[in-house]
Nanobody
Framework: QVQLVESGGGLVQAGGSLRLSCTTYGLTFRNYAMGWFRQAPGKAREFVAV???????LYADSVKDRFTISRDNGKRTVYLQIDRAAPEDTGVYLC?????????????????WGQGTQVTVSS
């Protein structure tokens, strides 16, 4: 049974930092591109960042230069470092796994999803 378990969410002040983690179970982690998405109340889910099998990265324009995605294949974990957090970053952050050779911003490409972790940025 495949599971993706996010952690590290919480309340942070604007300008602060947070690190999210997503640990996977039941899949061969090194064979998956890993993405982060987020969903704010009343809004559609949106792409945040993705990291490929080989470590290439892609970011949404809204988070570029503030967020950093990374992966540790030995720990089967993908991370999202959030720096200079802004109130518009508030939402539920979900990680997802894509069994493909590329790395996509399209959520339809992802086979497995976690339950999400809440991030709230206060102004």
């Amino acid at each position: 049974q495949v599971q993706l378990v996010e952690s590290g969410g919480g309340l942070v002040q604007a300008g602060g930092s947070l690190r999210l983690s997503c640990t996977t179970y039941g899949l061969t982690f090194r064979n998956y591109a890993m993405g982060w998405f987020r969903q704010a109340p009343g809004k559609a889910r949106e792409f945040v960042a993705v990291i490929s099998l080989g470590g290439s990265t892609l970011y949404a324009d809204s988070v570029k230069d503030r967020f950093t995605i990374s992966r540790d294949n030995g720990k089967r974990t993908v991370y999202l470092q959030i720096d200079r957090a802004a109130p518009e970053d508030t939402g539920v952050y979900l990680c997802a796994a894509d069994n493909g050779q590329g790395y996509s911003a399209y959520d339809g490409e992802y086979e497995f999803w976690g339950q999400g972790t809440q991030v709230t940025v206060s102004s």
